[in-house]
């Protein structure tokens, strides 16, 4: 069963094409390093919670809007190679290509698929 790479992040709207510009070159790249799939979401309908909430969870502000993406790999395997190879991509390298939001409020994880209909 496949494997996923979750994401979630703030990101200021008035940055939004520079994130949409960004995420188009790094789906390139992840799908060069393996991937099947890359998903990319802004959001639409994400309510502000009480306890929590993806807003709450990456201190979204004002002048923000919350990002929901994920990249889908073939296997673990796969992606644990990918990555590797991804992290070394000049696309990460943040002296030449600053990421348009705040990467230390950014929430990732990685997922084994359990479910997919």
């Known amino acids: 069963m496949s494997y996923v790479d979750g994401f979630v992040v703030a990101v200021p709207n008035d940055k939004k094409q520079d994130y949409i510009d960004l995420a188009q070159s790094a789906a390139k790249v992840f799908k060069r390093c393996g991937a099947t799939n890359v998903v990319e979401c802004w959001a639409d ?6 306890l929590t909430s993806l807003p709450m969870a990456v201190k979204c502000q004002q002048n923000e809007s919350v990002v929901f993406s994920w990249v889908r790999w073939p296997s673990k ?4 190679s990918g ?3 991804f992290m070394q991509d000049p696309i990460c390298n943040q002296d030449n290509n600053p990421m348009p939001f705040d990467g230390k409020r950014m929430i990732f994880g ?3 698929v359990i479910l997919d209909e």
């Open 45 to 50: 309908n994400v309510p502000d919670g009480k």
């Open 77 to 80: 395997e796969v992606q644990e």
């Open 83 to 85: 990555m590797k190879e």
């Open 110 to 112: 990685s997922f084994n």
